[in-house]
């Protein structure tokens, strides 16, 4: 009986792993499509509110922070609130009930029932307790995510530890929505600018010189209008030092080519303020074939590039959160099997270092960061029992265990990774010869990402300490896979792994 308990346990517990995995899944395929803020906050609440192990009711909101600097939050997405609620938690100042507490705090509150923190109060209320959970990114406060749990429910650390993740993946979320959102905006309102406002439309000369029609030339530049048509002044003067090759260059080849041309560079102006200028000119001939002029205009897209770079930057912070998740479920994994605490690690390490021996791309080198840390994430639904066994396990536990292949790609296969994370752990443990598993594959049906990931992950295991023996040490690993080079593992990548340990003094971090 006991046993059976403990299976059924185990179960659950494998089951409730899945499940939370899937959510975090879930919403990270969301953060790489293009949807209004309210739909991915509305299906998180809808993921959330469907584990039934959590226990949370069929009701719940998340709020962001109102922009404009002032500490309130207002309400983006709601589940099962009804119309007194709707009204009174629209906008709710910081400090004030439990979501605002969390919003002061930065800091979970949790209520078992209506206490003395739950402000707001109407006739007829039914008892229930909160998950208010601040959703931060970088010490910056984004929103907070309130979730309802039935009264009495039992604060526990492993639900507080998912609903962070939960809330640190929306963080990454909004903050995308947000770049997007001042990107956008900038774009609207350069577009209305040249509606409105014309660009400088000016007349130029081979020399650089340059007449002006109006005076806003001074508004953008600070010099007057008569300094240009004096030739006191040049406008390719104001070019800064650093692009003014690229922008002749650019005029001469235009100039060859007899066509119009766009370009983009720097400028000065009188305050020392630099703007990004972008000219759309065209080269006009006199009858003898020489240049007379430059017809053109100029605009000012310093906004625009700084919405790029806002856009540029959030990107990069959403290929951080996506780093983050990845370890994150690599480490959730080695929790449950302290033996290999550090495996997926080193064998991310080792597996980069030979993809980078190999001549590997960057953007493959950090493909095969994420392959190495996530290599394993199958042995999730292995039973911890088995993974942290001290003898020799049997065959049938040896045949869980070879199921982690394919449920490592189970979990991952939705998700649309820039590389193919999902299939190269699947292939993991197949050979050259075709005695590996689970689809018994051989030779090119390998892709070059497993067959590196083969060999990284023999040589760690090999080298460091199991349940059921002491670590053998690198030199008897490195020996194992050249004496299999050929037969169970590619040569190429057998021969950039020796080369890291005896010629380039590679050492596990």
Not at 84 to 104: I, K, M, Q, Y
Not at 291 to 299: C, M, N
Request: with cysteine; net charge neutral.
């Amino acid at each position: 009986m006991e046993t059976a308990q403990k299976l059924d346990e185990m179960d659950q517990q494998s089951g409730r792993s899945h499940k939370n995995l899937e959510v975090i899944n879930s919403l990270l395929r969301l953060s790489l499509e293009n949807l209004p803020l309210r739909e991915p906050l509305e299906l998180t609440l809808d993921l959330l509110t469907s584990i039934p192990w959590i226990g949370l009711l069929s009701k719940g909101a998340v709020f962001s922070v109102e922009n404009h600097g002032q500490e309130v939050l207002v309400l983006q997405a709601q589940k099962g609130l009804g119309e007194e609620l709707l009204a009174t938690c629209s906008r709710v100042p910081f400090g004030f009930c439990l979501c605002g507490l969390a919003a002061s705090t930065r800091q979970i509150q949790f209520a078992a029932d209506l206490d003395d923190r739950h402000q707001v109060h109407f006739e007829g209320m039914p008892r229930h307790g909160h998950y208010c959970v601040p959703i931060l990114l970088n010490g910056r406060l984004l929103g907070v995510m309130n979730l309802y749990v039935k009264a009495g429910h039992v604060r526990h650390p492993i639900d507080e530890e998912f609903l962070s993740s939960v809330a640190n993946t929306l963080a990454g979320i909004i903050a995308r929505r947000e770049a997007e959102e001042a990107r956008l905006k900038s774009e609207r309102e350069f577009h209305l600018l040249l509606k409105n406002v014309p660009a400088l439309v000016f007349k130029g000369y081979a020399d650089g010189a340059a007449n002006f029609f109006d005076d806003r030339v001074e508004e953008m530049t600070g010099y007057a209008r008569g300094d240009f048509e004096s030739r006191k002044l040049k406008w390719t003067d104001l070019i800064i030092e650093e692009d003014r090759g690229e922008t002749r260059a650019q005029f001469i080849k235009a100039l060859k080519g007899l066509k119009s041309y766009v370009r983009e560079y720097r400028i000065n102006s009188r305050e020392e303020k630099t703007l990004w200028i972008q000219e759309r000119s065209q080269i006009v001939l006199n009858r003898a074939g020489k240049i007379d002029y430059i017809s053109g205009v100029l605009f000012d897209i310093s906004r625009r590039k700084r919405g790029e770079e806002a856009l540029k930057k959030s990107f990069e912070q959403l290929q951080k959160t996506l780093r983050g998740t990845v370890k994150a479920l690599g480490s959730a994994l080695e929790m449950r099997d302290p033996y290999t605490s550090g495996h997926q690690r080193r064998v991310a390490q080792l597996a980069c270092a030979i993809g980078k021996e190999l001549g590997l791309s960057g953007e493959q080198i950090e493909g095969m960061r994420m392959i190495g840390f996530l290599h394993d994430i199958g042995k999730i639904a292995v039973p911890a029992e088995i993974l942290t066994k001290p003898g020799r396990i049997n065959a049938h536990e040896f045949s869980l265990i070879k199921m982690h292949a394919e449920a490592g790609f189970d979990i991952l296969k939705e998700i649309d990774f820039p590389c193919p994370v999902a299939e190269s752990i699947a292939q993991h443990h197949e050979r050259l010869d075709g005695s590996g598993y689970p689809k018994g594959l051989s030779g090119p049906e390998i892709l070059l990402q497993a067959r590196i990931l083969a060999v990284a992950d023999v040589v760690e295991a090999m080298s460091s300490h199991r349940p059921y023996r002491p670590g053998l040490g690198i030199e008897t690993a490195l020996k194992e896979v050249t004496n299999k080079k050929g037969s169970h593992f590619d040569p190429e990548v057998v021969e950039a792994c020796v080369r890291l340990f005896t010629e380039k003094g590679f050492n596990f971090e």
